[in-house]
């Protein structure tokens, strides 16, 4: 065998074998490595000039499987890079709705299933209403939004009806913003959101986002229900119910005693009340 | 027995484009159709709804990319190439002129440029008709800016390539290619960096082509109306700059002393 | 553009030309190729213009051709000055070791050069094939050019020169790299084109070659023109020496004449070099000793050895330069 031979045939397992104990010593820094390569939007611009409509997509791509990833595989979801991602994303491709849109969701959603942090995903639909001042989706976005997740009715209507305003935009976007400041009810005001949203989304994440909250508002009614006959239940037998069924004596309707997953509601004492189980995927702590 | 000028620079021309496919430059063509087979079955599966768009990027990227470094790689060499190898001798004791012989040469590449792009066009458009089902015509708009940007640059490379080696000036050529891309950056210089003088700022903007205009794709991809008034200025521009370079590369070829 | 060059003036007038050329990478100097140098070719005449290696030969040609520049000096070619483009449509040119693409045939190639001069398809795709065929390349017509020796590249660029028919050609060391056959093409077309009345302007550093074919001679050295004109006039004081074969019957004596210079004995002949004036007496001799002259020749000084007079080398490797 000449020595070319032997080279060749040596140094391919032995390859192999240092990249094995390479990654594994270097395995802490693979998150951030796998994900970003550059901090910030303006770096990645400047080394693509021309290219950024691709970089964009790019990034956006490798935002989806980011999140998609981490929330199936990942055991410690911390959805770090979520917000640099889609800076990046977004300064590539500022007119990139859907980023706006879909990253304000994955950051708004509360964890483990988004990155629970609605301020983030609030301050990247501001920018993208900035740059696409004619959008009035991401304006409704933003009015539901600071609604849904910061508590803030008169914020959120005020932004609904400047988007009303935008050419194109859907009558019922006034109404709305009236709806959630007159406050009729929390719950009422968001079932009528996530109906909005439900209805207009097209298939996909925002509609199915969308389905799983009008799904846990349900809930809460029920969880409600339950409540009320088990306060009548406490003042009849003396003691809480144990389980929903007891609950059956009050014509209560069995629909009531399980969540939308199916899963049985719970009778937790710390609360002193019915909630969803912790098996349930619907389990939040409140 | 005589002939026109303009048979001379089409025959010069005609003899560029046929080496440039006998390179197997256009081989670069088979890359291209598998980059958009693969990105038109691939990209659906993964993106959220952003196919169609994704499918555009990466084709009206390429196209920029493979013309560039065509552009400039095969630019650089057509007349140092031509001087290192003495092919040229025969050819100036023939009653060919050298700014003749130069725009034919400019001609022949861009020929095979255009033939490039517009393959690349058609091949963009027929995978967006196989997996969205629609080929949207005003990408042609993109294509044309786009093309105007690569004539540019082969200009460019045949300036440089009259002035030096082809080692040089693939250099020189990438770096004015890239400074003209950050056009928008150059203008907006003052911004940046203060204490840089008003002229300064001026000349290097006109001083460089500014390639950026020629960059049509966000606004087709995002289906913004380009008026004909703006591609015909940009043809008017890219007329200006031609002109200018190639004046500038007959200039210095006509004495200059070849080995 | 179709009027032929009939006006009866000089084919070649080249009048106090100056080149010279920067060497040298960090410090530059000038180095003169060509110094004051005037010749003029005369229609119909085989031209040779002669010199040892870096003499200005090949410099001369690119001026006329308009590759180089000259500093000063003016060249007419067919009665037009340099800077008109007419009489490149009646001229040919041969480079010194051509180079043509690779990527073409020679088919093409001369079907290309044929397109520059405005010939018509049928007819340049004619001429091509006569071409290829006179020069023995008909067939590696349709060979790509990258698969050709150096032998071959030299006959196309022989075959490129003639493809408009020229009235002058212009050839840079055209033997060169040719094996023997080839070196006998290139003198047969020569001799075609003068019998045609064409004009033939070609350099060589091989004096042989100019010496059998050339009406008339330049010999350069150090950019400098030596000498011009016929051949026999240039040689014909250099008649150097005579050489007489004496045959010997019997036993071919002991001495030798006093009027020979050099003797060799060719077994039982003797070969002598005998200087003109003392011919008669060394004849006489030879007849008093019973020998047989055999032949008495005389041995010409060539241009090669009227080179070496003329020109001595400043160092080995170095140009050559009159010795003056």
């Known amino acids: ?286 | 027995m005589g002939s026109s000028r303009l048979t001379r620079v089409l025959a010069v021309a005609a003899n560029t484009h046929r080496e440039t496919v006998r390179e197997r430059v256009l081989y670069n063509l088979v890359f291209f159709a598998i980059l958009m087979t693969l990105s038109g079955l691939l990209v659906g599966d993964l993106s959220v709804q952003q196919d169609e768009k994704i499918v555009k990027d990466i084709g009206l990227a390429a196209m920029d990319v493979f013309g560039t470094l065509i552009a400039i790689f095969i630019g650089v060499g057509l007349v140092s190439k031509e001087i290192e190898r003495r092919s040229l001798h025969p050819l100036l004791a023939k009653p060919l002129g050298r700014g003749e012989f130069l725009l034919g040469k400019f001609a022949g590449l861009g020929f095979t440029l255009l033939v490039n792009v517009a393959a690349m066009s058609a091949g963009l458009l027929l995978t967006l008709l196989a997996t969205r089902g629609r080929a949207d015509l005003g990408l042609l708009k993109a294509v044309y800016a786009l093309f105007l940007g690569l004539l540019l640059a082969v200009a460019l490379a045949l300036l440089f390539s009259t002035l030096t080696s082809s080692v040089m000036a693939a250099i020189c050529t990438t770096c004015v290619v890239v400074a003209g891309r950050f056009s928008d950056v150059i203008h907006n210089m003052k911004q940046v960096a203060p204490g840089v003088p008003g002229w300064f700022v001026h000349a290097l903007y006109y001083g460089v082509p500014n390639f950026r205009v020629f960059d049509l794709k966000n606004p087709v991809v995002y289906g913004d109306p380009v008026g004909w008034d703006v591609l015909g200025w940009l043809t008017l521009t890219a007329l200006a700059w031609l002109s200018v370079l190639i004046g500038c590369a007959m200039l210095a070829f006509r004495t200059r002393d070849l080995q | 553009m179709s009027h032929r060059m009939t006006n009866g003036s000089a084919a070649l007038e080249v009048s106090g030309l100056r080149k010279s050329y920067k060497v040298g990478h960090i410090v530059q100097k000038r180095r003169l190729a060509l110094d004051e140098l005037s010749l003029s070719v005369e229609r119909g005449e085989v031209f040779g213009y002669l010199g040892p290696n870096g003499s200005g030969k090949t410099t001369t040609l690119k001026v006329v051709m308009g590759i180089v520049r000259p500093d000063a000096g003016s060249v007419t070619v067919l009665g037009s000055p340099l800077g008109e483009p007419a009489w490149r449509y009646h001229a040919g040119y041969l480079p010194e070791q051509p180079y043509f693409y690779d990527y073409l045939t020679p088919f093409e190639y001369l079907d290309y050069s044929g397109r520059l001069f405005g010939l018509a398809t049928a007819t340049r795709r004619r001429r091509a094939d006569e071409l290829l065929e006179r020069v023995g390349l008909d067939r590696s017509r349709d060979v790509a050019l990258r698969r050709f020796s150096k032998g071959m590249s030299q006959r196309l660029g022989l075959a490129q020169a003639l493809i408009n028919d020229p009235e002058i050609v212009f050839l840079d060391e055209p033997m060169s790299g040719l094996d023997p056959i080839g070196r006998r093409l290139v003198r047969d077309v020569i001799m075609d084109l003068k019998r045609r009345g064409k004009t033939v302007f070609f350099s060589t550093h091989i004096l042989p070659d100019a010496e059998a074919l050339c009406d008339r001679v330049a010999l350069l050295g150090g950019g400098r023109l030596l000498r011009a004109g016929r051949l026999d006039e240039i040689l014909s004081l250099d008649v150097s020496h005579l050489e007489v074969l004496i045959g010997w019957h019997g036993a071919a004596p002991a001495d030798a004449p006093a009027g020979a210079r050099d003797r060799s004995v060719l077994g039982e002949r003797w070969r002598l070099e005998v200087e003109e004036a003392s011919l008669v007496s060394v004849l006489e001799w030879a007849v008093a000793r019973r020998g047989r002259v055999l032949s008495v020749q005389p041995i010409r000084q060539s241009l090669e050895d009227y080179f070496f007079k003329e020109l001595v080398a400043v160092e080995p490797s170095g140009p050559w330069v009159p010795r003056d």
């Not at chain 1, 209507?157 to 400041?181: D, H, N, R, S, Y």
């Open chain 1, 1 to 286: 065998m000449t020595a070319g031979r032997y080279g060749f045939l040596l140094g391919l397992p032995l390859m192999v074998l240092c990249q094995r104990q390479v990654d594994a010593r270097l395995g802490r820094w693979g998150a951030w490595q796998q994900a970003l390569y550059f901090w910030s939007g303006e770096q990645v611009k400047r080394l693509t000039p021309g290219f950024e409509n691709l970089m964009a997509d790019l990034y956006w791509l490798r935002t989806v499987q980011y999140f998609g990833a981490e929330r199936l595989f990942s055991t410690d979801k911390r959805f770090e890079l979520l917000e640099p991602l889609i800076e990046i994303t977004t300064t590539l491709d500022p007119r990139l709705e859907v980023a706006y849109r879909y990253g304000a969701i994955f950051l708004c959603e509360p964890w483990p299933v988004g990155k629970g942090d609605p301020e983030a995903g609030i301050k990247v639909l501001e920018k993208g209403a900035r740059n696409l001042p004619r959008s009035w989706r991401l304006r409704q976005d933003l009015g539901y939004f600071r609604y849904l997740f910061l508590r803030d009715a008169a914020g959120g209507a005020q932004v609904l009806l400047e988007a009303a305003k935008l050419p194109g935009a859907p009558f019922w976007l006034e109404t709305l913003a009236g709806t959630i400041l007159a406050r009729g009810g929390e719950r009422q005001s968001s079932r009528l959101v996530w109906q909005r949203m439900y209805e207009q989304a097209e298939a996909g994440i925002l509609r199915e986002n969308a389905r799983y909250n009008l799904q846990r508002l349900d809930a809460l009614d029920a969880i409600d229900a339950l409540n009320a006959a088990a306060k009548r239940f406490a003042e009849q037998q003396g003691r809480p119910p144990r389980e929903a069924r007891e609950l059956m004596a009050f014509g209560l309707d069995p629909r009531l005693l399980k969540d939308p997953t199916g899963v049985p509601f719970e009778y937790d004492p710390a609360r002193q009340g019915f909630w969803f189980s912790k098996s349930s995927g619907m389990w939040r702590s409140s």
